[in-house]
Structures are given as structure tokens and as C-alpha cells.
């Protein structure tokens, strides 16, 4: 069985501290290059190798990170 | 309304007066000479009859800030000290002026500065009438000067807060808060119910429902423009009050040449050398202010206009006297005559300072 | 986007709770505050409080946390947070009080109020956030500070001589017979935050069952303050916080279980 996921994040209110890069345990979350409309390099998903953990959601300070799983 | 004739001290009156009114919680902590006001509770264990919680407090800036907790839930909560104990509560004071929390601050005056002394003394009018605290703000305050009017005020100061979303205090002294005497009381008026506590103060904070927004308590906004706002909405607030709920007693001022101010018990030595000077056919009168804020400011005024001096007669070094000068705006002379530091004027000092200070002056 | 077609309401695990309002928090970039209140406010969510739940705020960093919690709240003055809810909880007595403090609020300004509120039992929740620093007046040195550390007012780090030692508070109060539930805990990884929650949600199951008074310890980082980023901030709380103040419970049912 294999499990897939997703995550949306709010990027105008992500603040790029990274702590969730940090959190995902497949690594596939890094901060951007372009910056949101208060100039932070947001984060963004960089594969699509999500598994819903949801980990990076939970260290997120600021929520903006919601998160979709499924089992196949 | 049944009226029951008691006999007691002035502190017990308030604490009295306190569960009758439907009072839902006092916080204190122990100070001379007001300390029977939280054994009198303590005693009594309202919480079986009204449900009213009393509790003692770790310090007087612990009380005030209990008051300031249920005061902004909506209840009627207050609490009890003296000088040095107000003083603590000052903090607490200018934050529930500035979150606009109605309550009720009992101070009964001891003489200071400092621990001063226990004896009665008027010397916190200062701090009472002109804020106390940091930042513009006012606290509607009485002045009783019975112990019927111990009673009868705490019953005023739940009206006049919650009318005004304002602090009130009763500035009381150790003469008024130890006295004994005779006083009608009247019937149990219920504690407010929750539905009627989110009716009376949709504000407060007893639990978001899902209608509204979640309410806040609060004394800061970071942004100024805001805050002069908000510090208008005050000023407009005190202003209503002067117009509207100046209380004073003027006692044989129609005739009178010569009229003493004093408030609290110093009315009361007052009332007696007004009666002195009549029998020496002085044409004395007695001008007592019930709210010291808002201050009668226009009987004084008019008294001014047409009397050859007033005196202003405190258990204090001379501040009421200020309001009453600015009043009078040197229309007639104005002096004070004060005994302090725990020391109450007699009735003879008082009419000789009038003869001396004003009736032959120089 | 990565695997767009799995977005789709049936599949959502986890999504920001409606007990935060959508005010931007303000906190600097990766601080544990914003943390702290997810996961209070998804106890609240999840218990079906938010009607009975009553913040009381502090001064400090989060002195705007009345803004963020989507329930009734009161700011209080410095420190006196547990005398505010304290109040608020008698007259209350089946709503959910809880007090959100930092350590000069909790541990400096208002030690009288705290130590007092727990020795009474009173039946409340204090959210203690540790993070070492005053971070709201910028940077200065706090009860918590540990020795050697560098603030605004202790350049040189902090000695003993100069400034005493940092205060344990926590294991302070879990002597007083009053506190029922006393725990430390950290918000700097997934699974921190998973058993803080779990904490959190057993405070206010205490306070449900009227047990007195549950006081959870969060140590946070305060990387603008640390000067340093947040994930290396992290790092050194769990070096250099977590040796002074070990992550655990410390009285669980009113018992002490560690020393």
C-alpha cells in the first residue's frame, strides 16, 4: 500500500523560517526563490514525494501549511 | 421595599450593603482600618446565601487584578483597602479606567505618606479625584459620610459604573469605616444571571457564542491614532459624568456669609461649627460634596458669587481646596484650614480658623 | 503543485484550526509562540470548549495573543495574569480560564500572583512559553536566562555574581500541593509538539474534572533575542534550554514523578 500526499501552503503568510524544511522527513520542502508580497522566500513542496505526515504542518508556527492524504 | 434597622461599623455597612446588592464576588487582602469589611464576609458566607464569592488575596495588586478579571467577565466584583493598599491597586486602577471595567474600589483613608498611620485622614483626595494612576483617566468617586451612606453608596457605585463602563470608589476614612451606628437596610436585590450579564454587558468576557465575534479586554492600542481615540471617548465619558451626576448636600447656604466645604467627616465636624457660628450669629453654611468626582464645581461657583469666603476643611494638608479655588476663580477668598497625619479637626478649631483665616483677615 | 488531484476535501489531515482567527500572527519568523497557540487552540477545537474557553494574556511577546485565540479574552497587566483568571474561573466555575505567560511575565513580575494561584489549586491552566529572554522589549535578560548567556543586559553573559541564578519555576511550583498537573515540553519538532498537545489537552481535561491547577511549560526558541535563525535556534535550545530545564512531566495526578 502506498500512501500519497499533498500540501498547500499560504504563501503570502508563510514567513520562510524553515523550521518545517527542517521537519519533513522525506526533505522535499525548501524555501523558494521568489519571496511573497512581504518579501519572505516562502516555502514550497520541491518533489512530489509527500506522505501527509503532516510533521511540517505541525512545527508550522504561522498555519499555513494544510495538508491531504490517501492510501492507494 | 423592607427597610430593617441595623446597628453597625461603616466597614461592615459596605460588606453589608456588598451581598444585598447583589455583589457577585470581593477580593481583598487585610489592612487597618478597613480590615472588618473582608471579616464581615468572611463571616456572613455569602456564597451559601447569594452565591457571592469573597476571597483573600496574596496582596492588594492581586485583588485589584481579580476585580479586574471579573469586572471584565461582567460581574459585579470589587474590593476593599486603605492608603497604602490603594496605592498597590493603582496599577490595577488605570488598567480597568483604560479597558473601561465597571467596579467598585472601597477606600477607607488612613494618614500617611508611606505606612503613615491607622488613624482616619482625608489625604488621599489627590490620588482619588485626579486619576491616582499613569495615563488620563478619572474614577467616579463618592464620598460618604455616614454609615447609612456606606450602605447606601455601594448600591449607587454598581448603578453609576455599569452606567459608565467606569471604575467607581468610595472614599471613605478610618473615622466613618469604625464608627458604629444605627442604619435601614433593604431588601436582597438577586445576583445577575448569566442571560442577563450578556444582556447588560455584551461586551465582557463570560464565553463566545457562535452569534458574535470572541470580545477583548484590553487597555492597549499600539496604534496611536486609535488610542486618541479611545482617550476621547473618555474625556467625553468624564464630561457626561460632571454634567450629569454631581451629588452634593448644601446645608444652610441660603443665607449663609461664609460657607465651609468638607466632605466625609470632616462635613460632619463642619456641620458642627456651622451650628457654633450661628449661636456667635456668624451666618454660616456647609457645602458638602457627595461626588468628588465629578466635583460640584458650579455651587461653588455660584456660592462665590455672592459669599465672603469660603473654607475648605479637610483632615488633609490642603487638596479639595484646590478644586474649590479653581471653582470660586478667586471671586472670594478661598483658604483651607486642615488637621492631619491621623488627627481629626475639632469643631471649635474649625469656626476659629474661619474667624481667623477669613472673617478678620488681614 | 505536487499531486494536485489528491487535494480534495475527503483526504484533509490537517488544516489550521478554526479557534485561531485569521489575523497574521506577529511573531518573528519560526518562534514557538505561533506554535503554542495552534495547538491550545486546536484543544479547544477538539474538546468543543471555544464557548467556555476565557484567554487571559499577558505583557510581552504575547501580549497580542487575545487577538489570535477566537475566544473571549482578557489582557492583563504584567504578570498578572493568574490572579486575572483566578477571578475569572470562581466566578466561572464551569468555563475553561487558561493564562498564556512568558517567563518574565510568569517568572519575574508575577511570581507573588503565580505562586499564589497554584497554591490556592486554583482550578485554571497556565501556558508557561521558557524561551530564556524578555523578547518583546528586545532581548533583555529573564529569570529564565541560563548562565553564561548574553542579553541585552547581561553583554558579558550572565554570572551568578552579577545576576543570580536562573530560576526553575516550574519544579517550584510542582511542590505546592495546589498544582495537580506540571509538566515541560518543547515545540521544535513534529513530535514535541504532538506530546505538548497532548498536554495541553490533559491541563484542560484536569481542569474539566476540577483537579486544580494544570501548568504546562513550553520551552520555545527566541531566535531574534538568540540572534540567531530558527532552525539553528532549535538546535541550540535542545544543547544548552534543554540541559537547565529537561524536557517532561514533572507531577502527574498531584504526584510528583521526577525530581
Known sequence: MAIKGAVVIDTERCKGCAVCTVACPNKILALSKNVNGKGYNYCEATSDDCIGCASCAMVCPDGVITVYKVKL | MAKELKLMKGNEAIAEAAIRSGCDGYFGYPITPQSEVMEYLMAEKPWEKTGMVVLQAESETSSINMVYGGAGAGKKVMTSSSSPGISLMQEGLTYLAGAELPCLVVNVVRGGPGLGTIQPSQADYFQATKGGGHGDYQLFVLAPATVQEMYDFVFLAWEVAFKYRNPVMILSDGAIGQVMEKLYVGDYVPRWTKEEIMKISPWATFGKPDYRDHNIITSLELDSAKQEIHNHKLQAKYREMEEKEVRYEAIECDDADYVFVAYGSSARIAQKALQLGREKGIKVGLLRPITLFPFPKKPIAELSKRVKGLLSVEMSAGQMVEDVRLAAEFRCPVEHFGRYGGMIPTPHEVLEALEKQIINRK | ?259
Open chain 3, 1 to 259: 503543485m505536487f499531486n494536485p488531484d489528491i487535494i480534495k476535501p475527503e483526504n484533509l489531515v490537517y488544516k489550521k484550526t478554526s479557534v485561531l482567527t485569521d489575523a497574521i500572527l506577529h511573531y518573528c519568523p519560526g518562534c514557538g509562540h505561533g506554535t503554542t497557540h495552534r495547538i491550545i487552540a486546536e484543544v479547544i477545537e477538539e474538546m468543543g470548549i471555544q464557548d467556555k474557553a476565557i484567554c487571559v494574556a499577558p505583557v510581552g511577546c504575547s501580549v497580542l495573543a487575545y487577538n489570535y485565540f477566537n475566544v473571549d479574552s482578557q489582557g492583563a497587566a504584567h504578570g498578572r495574569a493568574p490572579a486575572i483568571a483566578t477571578a475569572i474561573q470562581r466566578l466561572y466555575p464551569d468555563h475553561h480560564v487558561f493564562t498564556y505567560q512568558g517567563d518574565g511575565d510568569l517568572a519575574a513580575i508575577g511570581t507573588a500572583e503565580t505562586i499564589h494561584a497554584c497554591n490556592r489549586g486554583e482550578n485554571i491552566v497556565i501556558i508557561f512559553i521558557n524561551n530564556g529572554i524578555y523578547g518583546m522589549t528586545g532581548g533583555q535578560m529573564a529569570p529564565t536566562t541560563l548562565l553564561g548567556m548574553k542579553t541585552a543586559t547581561s553583554p558579558y553573559g550572565r554570572t551568578v555574581e552579577l545576576n543570580g541564578y536562573p530560576l526553575q519555576i516550574t519544579e517550584l511550583l510542582a511542590e505546592l500541593p495546589g498544582t495537580y498537573f506540571v509538566t515541560r515540553q518543547s515545540v521544535h519538532t513534529a513530535a514535541a509538539v504532538r506530546k505538548t498537545k497532548k498536554a495541553i489537552r490533559q491541563a484542560f481535561e484536569n481542569q474539566k474534572n476540577k483537579k486544580g491547577t494544570s501548568f504546562v511549560e513550553v520551552l520555545s526558541n527566541c531566535n531574534s533575542g538568540w540572534k540567531m535563525p530558527a532552525t539553528k535556534a532549535n538546535e541550540w535550545m535542545v544543547e544548552n534550554m534543554m540541559v537547565k530545564y529537561p524536557i517532561g512531566d514533572i507531577k502527574v495526578d498531584g504526584e510528583i514523578i521526577k525530581k
